[in-house]
């Protein structure tokens, strides 16, 4: 959240990705299981590599401005999601320390999880960029992965596929639809989309 | 018994015809005979199915299988109450289907047939299943066809912009109504003794006083707004004058003949035989709305310069009259109840009342559709539906105003015809209440008695008006002064709802036996005995008054003649002269005439309070002020109901919708954060 430079986003996203994978990684260590190997692979490949490359070229072919353009100001953000984390720790407080429900070693994960989501939803609501945006769903993304991973082990592989290649073609899509933004209004600042209002 | 294995082919047969006339679209003549002649057939397998019931007695009964066994048995039941309403629906829907096939040549070319021709079998099914079902969530659904295909058939016309802005008015307030129907069902299914059933069975049993007192004043009220939407009961009536006469004429005539007929259908059915009426509030709230009903509606017929507003306003007033029949049915019904023993005179004045609802029922669905074809053949040859624009019309199209003059004789109750029939035995029921002790009722019937003559009076204007200013006199335009007859089939079903509107009139002591038996199937009493003595119809509590139909009709066919030959030959024949009328110097034409405004202008001024007319003269001068250019004259009325009921709720609904159109800001950011702030709130209460 105090990236003002979209290629610092970017980054932080792919190490983001980066660290999900060796998490995935840790998980398979310990459970042995054979498809959560190949989900760790591809975590790293996709979301750290071919994503963030793909990010990197829409925003050199639009030109987008380097600074990031936040409605709500940085260190506000900063306190805000510092909020949200200790509103997702409270409101999984129940889930991981009563009773038995969840099993697994990374259930303190879920918290950490819910965090990441709310912070991904929150970058795409204070942020003006059509890219922050998509930052901001990948973001969300992530933080539903890490839930899946360490609170049930990792889905079944073709789940896991299937969300893999979604989030290929979201992100295709939006990268898309940032470019014909970007035509349309000479600028990728979705608050000129107020205009289609009525 | 044919019936049991007619009605099946009355569904099959309809849907096919749907379907023929879709395959056939190709071929826009043998469309509409193929499309309309199936419909003929339906009618007539309707027709058969309902006279069984009536005259031979018995039950049909058809279920479709249904896989939710919490929604009950999807079956339709033909009892005698259903029949006789299946009986207005097929003996109508014969003579617009024969009409149909030629006048939907007026659409050649422009509007596809096949469209036409598939809704109207699918309408004129609703309507026969919506009298039949018997069960709540099927007759929902059937009512729901019935109304979604109604309005289909009102934008018929799609390229015509009042056609489909009447439509949405028509389909607004009828879900509406359904929306309110669908509540009182609710309330009455969760009442039903045992395990929850929407059967119509099961619904019987409520008027063992399963009911709770408040859920069963609700249910009433609920009723009586949703269906009085379909009636058009003032003032939930304002969509009516709109809607019936924007849709093809074939189409009016059974929306204002039988359509708004099955809400009266759906009452008599819910009130008497599910809820049971005990409570004498409930009559005299029917009364009062009826009584306003009929009188509002006479009175915009009476101003109105197109032809068919004019008839669906008539409409309006003859569903008051039916109205004001039911409510009377239901206080005594309910005087009878608190007291059976002491008041068991009051069930015959409940059968009697009744018994005019449903005559009068059939008889205006007779007469209604006839006058709605008249005017579509009117409009067929003029292209017009003002009044000002037509005159001289009996001369051009000789069998069209022969028959348009019955069926405004019907309706303005001249007898032996059958308006006055139903009308009569109306009057009887309502004349006879000073038997009850209750100062409301005492006020309020004669107050119904005196709103029913004034009715009948001003009826009578306005279709003397509207007649005269159709057909007689000289053409008051060229589309008028070129007027040819219409084709035959448009003839011969107005022709064959004419003769059944004389013939119910005439024949009305054989007639009115076979609805007691219908009416003694909801109450219990049945007064046939006491009602018709030989030939002569008189009202079961004494010596009164009494009428017989058929012999006034055999004097009339007896008199008209012999008054005819007296006055002609009796005198010695008179010198004839022949020359201008006096005219002032001014040369006669046709815009000397009486006009239809001039006409009604006296009444226009007697009821100002509630017309609030707006007249302006304008008068253009030469350079001399004595000679005058040219006058122009118009007046308005102003519609008290839109302007004064509607326009503030939709001034309120709209400013609402501004209020919370704030969030609409248009920022994705605002309606993420929307979304994220209900996400939070929820996981936070829920957690």
Redesign the interface.
Known sequence: MAGNRMLTLVRLFALQSLALGALALTVALVTGSAHIYAVAILTVVIKGMIIPWMLLYVMRQIKVDREVEP?VSIPMSLLLCGGLTV?AF??TQ?IIFVGGAIDTITKNCLAISLAVV?IG??T???R?KAIT?IMGLLTMENGLFLAAISVTYGMPLIVELGIFFDILVAVLIMGLFAFRINKTFASVD??I?????? | MYGQDLFPLLISASLGGALLSIVTKRWEQACRAISFTAAAVVSLIGLVIALEVLLVGGQVAFTIPTSVAALGHFTFVVDRLSAFFMLAISSLGLCVSIYSIGYTREYAGRYSPATMGSLFSIFLLSLFLVVTASNAVLFLIMWETMSLSSYLLVVYESRNRESVSSGLLYVVMTHLGTALITVAFIIMWLHTPGEHSFDFSAFRELSAGALPEAARAAAFLLLLVGFGTKAGLVPLHVWLPQAHPAAPSNISAMMSGVMVKTAVYMLIRCYFDFLGVTDSWWGLVVLLVASVSALVGVLYALMEEDIKRALAYSTVENVGLIFIGLGAAMVFQSYYLADPAANAHLADLAALALIAVLFHTLAHSLFKGLLFMGAGAVMYATHTRDLEEMGGLAKRMRWTGILFFIGALSISAIPPFSGFVGEWLMFQSLLLTQNINDPMVNVLLPVAVAVLALTGALAAACFVRVFGATFLARPRSKHAAEAVEVPRTMLTGMGIAAGASVLLGILSVFIVPVIDSVTSSVLGVSIASKLVNGLVLMPPAGEFSSMSPVIIGALLLFAVPFAYFATRDLGGRRPVEKGDTWDCGTPLSSRTEYSAAGFSNPINRIFRSIYRPHTEVRTEYTSSTLIKRKISFSSTIEPVFERYLYAPVAALVIALARRVGVI??????AY??YI?VI??VL??VF?
């Open positions: 409605v509103v409270y409101l129940p709310f939803f929150f795409m609501i204070s003006k945006q979705t608050t989309l107020r205009r289609l209002r009525d | 609409q800001k248009g920022s994705i950011q993420l954060a994220f996400l939070l996981l936070v957690r």
